[in-house]
T-cell receptor, first 112, second 113 residues
Framework: AQTVTQSQPEMSVQEAETVTLSCTYD???????LFWYKQPPSRQMILVIR??????QNATENRFSVNFQKAAKSFSLKISDSQLGDAAMYFC?????????FGTGTSLTVIP | NAGVTQTPKFQVLKTGQSMTLQCAQD?????MSWYRQDPGMGLRLIHY???????DQGEVPNGYNVSRSTTEDFPLRLLSAAPSQTSVYFC????????????FGPGTRLTVL
């Protein structure tokens, strides 16, 4: 089975600062997708950013960017200019299409 | 456009009872799936469907049944609930199995006593 590992159960960041959340995964596939989801206290799962494995360029969505290292099987999320609304659980996920595998999550606290 | 809807939002069952969690989407998505979320374990895939009449198992299928008679609906059945099935259940959908932006429902919190 594929595995996704988030080694940081909790992280904190000062408002307006930058924070990086780590994710590693294990796979023998060459073609797959990686995702970061945000889950605020409302419980709703919100897609933050996604990366296709065949694309070398790192994905960016406004203040969110990833560092995708395919050889190292690493997929970290960088949040710039952190805002109070960024406080949430963040889940890294891996997919080959039909099957999805999620990490155990990182709880992000934003300190005013 | 309601997206992915789930009912009920909360449910309490006794051990051995059966129930069906409902999931519907109005986006004409081919792919639908069910996950459970347990503390400290992230989301785990239970079952998925790539179209009406087609279902398959995910990572943790035991104790759950599904069927897909229409494109819109994908119910999850617990035939004999067990305390180990206490969890938050999410339904999700995406356009096709190969279009990977997945949309999630609001979740159902199930407690089995």
């Amino acid at each position: 089975a594929q595995t996704v590992t988030q080694s940081q159960p909790e992280m904190s960041v000062q408002e307006a600062e930058t924070v990086t959340l780590s994710c590693t995964y294990d796979t023998s596939e060459s073609d797959y997708y990686l995702f970061w989801y945000k889950q605020p206290p409302s419980r709703q799962m919100i897609l933050v950013i996604r990366q296709e494995a065949y694309k070398q360029q790192n994905a960016t969505e406004n203040r969110f960017s990833v560092n995708f290292q395919k050889a190292a099987k690493s997929f970290s999320l960088k949040i710039s200019d952190s805002q109070l609304g960024d406080a949430a659980m963040y889940f890294c996920a891996y997919s080959t299409g039909n099957q999805f595998y999620f990490g155990t999550g990182t709880s992000l606290t934003v300190i005013p | 456009n309601a997206g992915v809807t789930q009912t009920p939002k909360f449910q309490v069952l006794k051990t051995g009872q059966s129930m069906t969690l409902q999931c519907a989407q109005d986006m004409n998505h081919e792919y639908m799936s069910w996950y459970r979320q347990d503390p400290g374990m992230g989301l785990r895939l239970i079952h998925y469907s790539v179209g009406a009449g087609i279902t398959d198992q995910g990572e943790v299928p035991n104790g759950y049944n599904v069927s897909r008679s229409t494109t819109e609906d994908f119910p999850l059945r617990l035939l004999s609930a067990a305390p180990s099935q206490t969890s938050v259940y999410f339904c999700a959908s995406k356009a096709t199995a190969f279009y990977n932006e997945q949309f999630f429902g609001p979740g159902t919190r199930l407690t089995v006593l």
